[in-house]
């Protein structure tokens, strides 16, 4: 198994995943063709794609879609609010677009999404499973409910939102009606509020954590690792041994990682 962040960001989100031979990307934030650069380097075809799994419907995680569909006739799946809700939908190719029950399996893996509580038309997460490994992924939601909690736990792999450093926020330049939005019920997840959520989580041994959707405004990377390290710590998980915490960027691949 392995998995790369493609990209991950306010400026765009792509996340591509192989399990069991199957190729998954999921969402399309941006361009085609740095999704295809991307995947070149990886030594995979964009034509390999199985499936293309959208999370909800805001451009920094479809404006890629329009392009990928219509030049690659890949199949993509998200909720049928969100389609009706996207910017493209009118443009985009019929046939490409599949509705997303609540499991669904694409070549050898299990797709379950899960709800989450964001300001979208019927925003989501996944799980995805094959065999005994399994991937979490939440990264645009304003807080965690039980149903995600359920979702992420036991994960081999995690990918998920620390968006911004509470203070860095608060005292910052945006306006005060982004900053109660992106701190709302319906918002992004702190650093905290990721340490947290882990420290909370019902883990395997070992979980490989990936901290994403990170502000380029409201925080910086090393913060949110350390933020989150020093809750992970505080409440006894052994860094490294228990949990890996890995970075995320808006411009470059990052967190290459295999999983035998």
């Avoid at 392995?2 to 989100?13: D, K, P, T």
């Avoid at 999921?26 to 999704?35: F, K, L, N, Y």
């Avoid at 490294?240 to 290459?256: A, F, H, V």
Wanted: charged residues 25%; hydrophobic residues 35%.
């Amino acid at each position: 198994m392995q998995i790369h962040v493609l990209a991950s960001g306010s400026s765009g989100n792509a996340i591509f995943i192989e399990m069991e031979n199957t190729k998954l990307l999921v969402d399309a934030g941006i361009s085609t063709r740095r999704i295809k650069q991307s995947l070149d380097t990886l030594g995979t075809k964009i034509e390999e794609l199985d499936g293309v799994l959208i999370t909800h419907e805001h451009r920094d995680h479809v404006k890629g879609l329009t392009t990928l569909l219509k030049k690659y006739h890949l199949p993509a799946y998200t909720r049928p609010d969100t389609w009706q809700s996207m910017y493209c939908r009118e443009v985009l190719p019929d046939n490409c677009c599949r509705e997303l029950s609540d499991s669904l399996d694409i070549g050898k893996v299990k797709v379950e999404p899960f709800a989450i509580s964001h300001d979208a038309a019927d925003p989501v997460g996944f799980r995805l499973q094959a065999g005994s490994l399994k991937v979490g992924i939440a990264t645009d939601l304003g807080f965690v409910t039980p149903t995600v909690k359920a979702a992420l736990s036991l994960s081999d792999i995690l990918v998920l939102e620390a968006n911004h450093d509470i203070d860095m926020l608060q005292n910052g330049s945006y306006p005060w009606h982004l900053k109660k939005r992106i701190m709302s019920n319906r918002g992004h997840l702190a650093n905290t509020d990721a340490g947290w959520t882990l420290a909370r989580l019902n883990r395997k041994a070992h979980t490989n954590v990936f901290l994403a959707h990170l502000s380029r405004e409201n925080n910086r990377p090393e913060l949110a690792k350390e933020t989150v390290a020093n809750i992970l710590t505080q409440e006894g998980c052994k860094l490294d041994q228990e949990i890996s915490l890995n970075l995320t960027y808006p411009e470059q691949i990052s967190g290459i990682y295999e999983h035998q």
